[in-house]
Structure formats: structure tokens, C-alpha cells
């Protein structure tokens, strides 16, 4: 797993900055229920997709692990911060309508934990939303991925069933899904190479033998400096069990 406080100083340039967490915002807000008000947007990063919740008129608190990413934060959304861990929140069972984590699942080992969380600080009737399957999101069948397709992968942590296993184990239910294009995600295959060899891809050594014919690969392809297609992230909704008087 990278060290987020060093990624913070590039993380939007490389993640697709402000149109793709405009495109997750409208997404993930199009999935919340009327009624909707306190938000907590766990792993909120730099606080790019947090700002558009703001701005979509929910009172949103974001958390994120990372001092780096939520100093980038409290630009966009100052006041609204806590620097916590996702697998253990610091707030009171039931204080939320909605809880989000988009691109956080894929990272853990222990998501089971986060979803746990999520569902713990949920009020009942509230609303879970999260993305899955973001690896398989970035495979869009290109000549990248043609050539990237020996290299060695670890099973996915945010796998959909799996997720909604975690999720249904602790009480919610499935709700929803839905998806956004990934806006300027679209890899280079010379974008490509470099990720390869700066240890992108967790399971690619810097310096392996693999590692290096992977890169020299990309960097034969034609067009290096032409973006190929953008990924399609996808949403998963799940909603905790009202009281009988809701």
C-alpha cells in the first residue's frame, strides 16, 4: 500500500483530480435518499469528492488516516475534518444518514472492518455507499492491458459479493448500484510504463526482470502519449434496517 502522506502532493494530478470526483459526487449522490443530511465520507482523501457533497447541500464530515491528505483537505473543506482510521470512527453509534467510502475498500485487507464501522455508525434507515471492483473498473481491454495481462495479481479485496457478504453480516441490506465514468483516467502507455516500474502495480518489484520487460513492452506501443479508454467505476448501495416507527 502506498504512503499517503507522500502520494497527498500528486494524488489529484494522477487520480483524475476535479472532473472525475465531480462525476463520483454526482453519482453517489443520485444513490442517497431524500431526507439525507449528515454524511460521513470516510478515507475522503484530498477532500475533492467531499467539497462536492458540501456543495450538493449534506453536512458532511470527512476522515481520512492520512495528515497529508487532509492538510490538501481543509482547503476544499475546512472545519469539516477528522483525522481517523476507517476501520475504527471515533463517533457514537447511529450519528449518520449516509456513510461513503470510494476507493478505500480495495486497499484493505481487513475491509470486512471498514464496512463494519460504516454499518456501527449508521442511524437506522441510513445508507452505505462504496465502490467496488475497482481494479477490474481500469481493465478496458486496450492494447495496456493486452500487455500487462502476465503479470502476477492479488485477489480482490472490494470485490462486489465479497463486499456485500461484509455488508449483509452486519445487518444491511442491498439497495442499490449504480456507475461513473473514471474522467481522465484514461492510461498512457508511457503513463503505463512509468507506474510499472515506480511499483504501481503492489506486486511488481522496481527492478524485477518482470518488472522491467512489462515497462519496455508499453513503451513499444504505438501512440505513447495517447490516453486509451476511461474506466467505469462501479457503486454499490446498501441500507441499514429501520426501527418500526420509520
Known amino acids: 500500500m502506498f504512503d499517503y502522506d507522500e502520494e497527498a502532493v500528486r494524488y489529484d494530478a494522477t487520480r483524475g483530480g476535479e472532473p472525475r470526483a465531480a462525476a463520483a459526487a ?10 439525507t443530511r449528515r454524511v460521513l465520507d470516510a478515507a475522503c482523501g484530498t477532500g475533492t469528492v467531499t467539497r462536492r457533497l458540501v456543495l450538493a447541500g449534506l453536512d458532511v464530515t470527512g476522515v481520512d488516516a492520512a495528515p497529508g491528505m487532509l492538510r490538501r483537505a481543509a482547503e ?3 472545519g469539516r475534518l477528522v483525522l481517523a482510521d476507517s ?11 449516509a456513510v461513503t467510502t470510494i476507493w478505500l475498500l480495495h486497499l484493505l485487507d481487513d475491509a470486512a472492518l471498514v464496512v463494519a464501522e460504516a454499518a456501527r455508525v449508521l442511524r437506522p434507515g441510513g445508507t452505505y455507499v462504496t465502490t467496488v471492483d475497482k481494479a477490474a473498473a481500469h481493465d478496458v481491454r486496450s492494447d495496456i492491458d493486452a500487455v500487462m495481462a502476465p503479470r502476477p495479481r492479488r485477489a480482490p479485496r472490494d470485490e462486489s459479493s465479497l463486499v456485500t457478504g461484509f455488508a449483509e453480516g452486519c445487518g444491511l441490506s442491498v ?10 483516467q484514461g492510461r498512457t502507455p508511457a503513463r503505463a510504463a512509468a507506474d510499472v516500474r515506480r511499483g504501481w502495480y ?33 457503486l454499490r448501495v446498501y441500507r441499514k434496517p429501520p426501527t418500526d416507527d420509520e
Request: zero cysteines.
Open 87 to 97: 476501520r475504527q470512527l471515533p463517533f457514537p453509534d447511529a450519528t449518520f444518514d
Open 26 to 35: 454526482e453519482a453517489v449522490v443520485g444513490l442517497l435518499p431524500l431526507g
Open 175 to 184: 439497495a442499490g448500484a449504480s456507475s461513473f465514468r473514471g474522467v481522465g
Open 76 to 78: 476544499r473543506v475546512p
Open 202 to 234: 503492489t506486486l511488481l518489484t522496481p527492478g524485477d526482470p518482470l518488472t522491467e520487460r512489462l515497462a519496455r513492452r508499453l513503451e513499444e506501443l504505438p501512440d505513447q502519449q495517447v490516453p486509451r479508454r476511461e474506466p467505469e467505476f462501479s
